[in-house]
């Protein structure tokens, strides 16, 4: 049996490429009666790659900044705020550590943080910050209906 994905009536998704973040998101803030149900933004990786030769720390300040604006407009619109981030490695002695674009700077503007993975034929969501840390749901790939989205 098939599980159809249940999305928002009204989704409203931002995906910028390059420059485009900064127009982006000067566009959003600037909405007075914004009407969503969920607000996606694809994704916070984006952030550090607008500007290569900018030094790490001031691309957090920025990524900051927006994160501030944005849970702001989310409270003032009523509505949840989801952003995509996408999962790296990092080697912490012999081990691989699960890392996130954003890291600490997510973190600290985040109420809950999910990372998923897909392995062997499972799409893995672990809360990584939340009331729930360390819990691990798995789904199926078969039973996902790509008809839905």
Do not use: C
Request: glycine share 6%.
């Amino acid at each position: 049996m098939m599980r159809r994905a249940l999305l928002p009536r009204n989704l409203f998704l931002i995906f910028p490429k390059g420059e485009q973040i900064n127009d982006a998101f000067a566009t959003l803030l600037s909405w007075t009666k914004p009407k969503f149900d969920l607000l996606v933004i694809d994704s916070v990786t984006t952030f550090y790659h607008v500007t290569p030769l900018e030094k790490f720390s001031a691309k957090n300040r920025k990524l900051g900044f927006y994160l501030a604006l944005l849970r702001d407009f989310a409270k003032k619109a009523e509505a949840p705020v989801l952003l995509t981030s996408h999962q790296t490695f990092r080697k912490v002695g012999e081990d691989w550590a699960k890392k996130y674009s954003g890291g600490r700077v997510l973190d600290y503007h985040s109420s809950l943080v999910i990372l998923n993975s897909i392995e062997d034929g499972l799409i893995n969501l672990e809360i990584f910050k939340g009331d729930s840390r360390g819990r691990v749901f798995g789904v199926p790939l078969s039973e996902i209906d790509s008809e839905s989205f």
